[in-house]
């Protein structure tokens, strides 16, 4: 899978849902699986199966 990068778009409970900033798509995850400090308008660059603050 080639590297992404997200926005995060709102925050539900434990999930959180990330745009995709090239097409625009929207996921879903797990929170835990976030960097520490990822909140709401965070971009986030995935890459390696692991998410990293920009």
């Known amino acids: 899978m080639e590297p ?3 926005i995060v778009d ?3 409970g434990e999930y959180a ?3 995709d900033v090239k097409s625009g798509n ?3 995850i797990a929170l835990a699986l976030l960097p ?3 909140d709401t308008g965070s971009y986030l ?3 390696m199966m692991e998410y ?3």
């Open 26 to 28: 929207e996921l879903f």
């Open 4 to 6: 992404r990068d997200y």
């Open 17 to 19: 849902y990330l745009k």
């Open 45 to 47: 660059h995935y890459e």
């Open 10 to 12: 709102r925050i539900d």
């Open 52 to 54: 990293t603050l920009v």
């Open 36 to 38: 520490i400090g990822a």
